[in-house]
């Protein structure tokens, strides 16, 4: 585990935030506060291509790969470990919806949702995590579902806790869902994380950080929606997600892509 | 319409494993059937290490050149080509699919299998292309034609026992060529 400091770690995501460009929609790739980015970049700019058939595809997934059950993670019995279980897990139920819509706005229908996290005291059901806070009995973190016509999705979990990592001395990831996205072309495949609005390790997580434009990052930010919550049931979180395979200028379109 | 501003990526993080991984991801066709080839490789850092939590993604046309629009990735019949499939790398860095040689889309066209890369340090996905080796197509290919003769060869698989050997080198000496499309 690296002894860096967060005051370390801070100063040079501060160094590279004053250097960033307006238009970076992505995170950077060579980001070296993250310190297992540093030999996990390309070091040449991505090639630029234009996408070929296959590439204007993407995969498709039915009802024969997703049962609904398996979008409600307060059941426990769809991820195969805990098909004993029939206990709630420990934590704030909430839901999580929003839309899932292409580089042009239109919805992605019909398409594969991934989801997984930590449980409440921040702990993933995995072999290499080395948190010591409780498993939860009733709690894998794992998700999937399809999005319907209008690309709108939707999971019933409980609400993730930040944990520690070891990038530095006492680093903490800000709490998080992580998502995985296929789009109606190959081109648009992402894999992201939403967070949770107001989190206070914002500034100190170099993963975060490492997309530099603040709007941006902001797009990776649930918003607290009171209508969605269910009176004694469950607080309500909305996060629309746009997947776009293509490079533009995003801040002055063309007229001709408009 | 303007153009939403679209989602930013971020890292797989160390702990997709009991998440994306399913019994049969890595088997476009089942091992072992006659037209079957393995398709393979390691993920390597710039130090040349192998990377063992990387997860490769392929995407291609069957082996009629015809793009398949069927589900059932997750849940294989055995018969289905669904022309997708996910594999994680193994504690050496290795990852391996089960499947068929993609034809071409259209006359003319060099195949390829369409690639994702993820791992744990990759802030986002990177997008690449598996060539074919020795195909008649290749000298015409828009992006081949286009590289300098040692870049091109990091697009293209090399022939062995079982299929084809492709390995993907996020960086350092013959990093692979990665994409961005317009």
Known sequence: MSQDTQEQISAEIAAIAVQAGPDERQPRVDYA????????HPTK???????????????????RDVHPLEADLTIGAHAGINSQV?????????????????????????????????????RYVHKNEQHPAPLDPN???????????????????????????????????????????FGNQFTERLIT???????????????????????????LLASYDHDMTVPNHSMGYRWDIVLSGRDRTWTEPEEADR | MSHPLPTPGQTIGPFYGQALPYDGDDELVPAGRADAIRLHGD????????????????????????????????????????????????????????TVLPGATDDGKAPFFAVTVFARGLLDKLLTRIYLPGHEANAADA????????????????????????????????????????
Not at chain 2, 67 to 83: C, K, L, M, N, Y
């Open chain 1, 33 to 40: 506060p993250y310190r297992s980015s540093v030999l996990r």
């Open chain 1, 45 to 63: 700019d991505p090639r630029h291509v234009d996408p070929e058939t296959i590439e204007r595809w993407a995969p498709c997934f039915s009802h």
């Open chain 1, 86 to 122: 029939s206990g709630e897990p420990i934590g704030e139920r909430i839901t999580v919806t929003g839309r899932v819509l292409d580089g042009d706005g239109r919805p992605v229908a019909g398409q594969l949702v991934e989801v997984w996290q930590a449980n409440a005291a921040g």
């Open chain 1, 139 to 181: 709690f894998t973190g794992v998700g999937r579902c399809l999005t319907d016509a209008d690309g709108g999705y939707h999971f019933t979990t409980i609400k993730p806790g930040p944990y520690p990592w070891g990038n530095h001395r006492n680093a903490w990831r800000p709490a998080h869902i992580h998502f995985s996205l």
């Open chain 1, 193 to 219: 994380q939403m967070y949770f609005p107001g989190d206070p390790l914002f500034a100190l997580d170099p993963i975060y950080q490492a997309i530099t434009d603040q709007r941006a990052r902001d797009a």
């Open chain 2, 43 to 98: 993920v390597l850092d710039g130090d040349g290490t192998p990377i063992p939590d990387a997860m490769v993604e392929i995407w291609q046309a069957d082996a009629a050149g015809r793009v398949p629009q069927a589900g059932g990735s997750i849940h294989r019949d055995g018969w289905t080509f669904t022309g997708f499939g996910r594999c994680s790398t193994d504690a050496t860095g290795h990852y391996s699919f089960s």
């Open chain 2, 143 to 182: 992006l081949l034609s286009s590289l300098p003769a040692e870049e091109a060869a990091t697009l293209v698989a090399v022939t062995d026992a079982q299929g084809l050997r492709f390995d993907i080198r996020l960086q350092g000496e013959r990093e692979t060529v990665f994409l961005t499309h317009g």
